[in-house]
């Protein structure tokens, strides 16, 4: 009886654990949660409601994925990205994804595209309705699904860690501005072409996907400092 007590307990623990992951994440999107500032779990804890220990066990998933990193007897730092990184990161993914889905416009069988079409939509549902995470959540399954037809295990890989590293700040004032639909528009576009065989197109359209993501980008990290100074 004592195992399967514990066992519960700790199925509890985990379901907490990604409750706070999912608020903290939602807190680093909507920019609440700034880069370069250093956050204690214990004062993470009383804004959230919770005890420090599942905000640790939050936190140290988001070290691992390069969205915080530990600070000694203090917390975590919001880990902050340059231009530089992002443009390093747009080209990576340029050279992988554009020619990877150029490839699969021509080899990928149309049922498969085809059965990406409710995430497709989903993401510009989920932008319109200003579902941030779900936005966010939604564009990673399609792109990742996506690129998993060309069957490179560790190309789907290497493509989730720089989204990871990626992330956008400050997604609130861009979805505001109404700037998320147009680029959620862009991935039932690029399934269009992909499903009727227009490889030149697919590659434009993925290019100029990517193109647009960084843009966001660079409006994400100038936002919240300009709505602060317009305040």
């Known amino acids: 009886m004592g195992d399967l007590k514990q066992y519960g307990l700790v199925r509890a623990q985990e379901r907490l654990r990604d409750q706070v992951g999912h608020a903290l ?7 609440e949660l700034r880069p370069g500032q250093v956050y204690s779990a214990p004062g993470l804890a009383a804004d959230l409601g919770v005890s420090a220990t599942p905000v640790r066990e939050a936190m140290l998933d988001l070290a691992r994925e390069g969205l915080v990193e530990p600070v000694r007897n203090k917390g975590f730092r919001i880990t902050e990205v340059s231009e530089r990184d992002l443009d390093q990161y747009t080209e990576l993914r340029t050279l992988i994804e554009v020619p990877t889905v150029g490839r699969l416009a ?18 510009v549902a989920r932008a319109r309705r200003h579902d941030l995470i779900g936005y966010l959540e939604a564009d990673r399954r399609f792109h990742l699904a996506l690129l998993a037809l060309s069957g490179n295990e560790r190309l789907v890989e290497t493509v989730g860690d720089l989204r990871k590293r990626s992330r956008l700040y400050g997604l609130t004032g861009l979805d505001e501005a109404g700037k998320l639909v147009s680029s959620a528009e862009e991935h039932v576009e690029l399934l269009d072409l992909m499903i009727a065989g227009d490889v030149p197109g697919t590659e434009a359209c993925m290019r100029r996907h990517l193109g647009h993501v960084r843009s966001l980008w660079a409006d994400a990290r100038d936002e919240p400092a300009g709505r602060k100074s317009a305040g």
């Open 106 to 123: 021509e080899t990928a069988d149309r049922e498969q595209l085809e059965a990406l079409r409710p995430i497709a939509e989903e993401i």
């Open 25 to 31: 994440r939602a807190a680093l999107i909507a920019g």
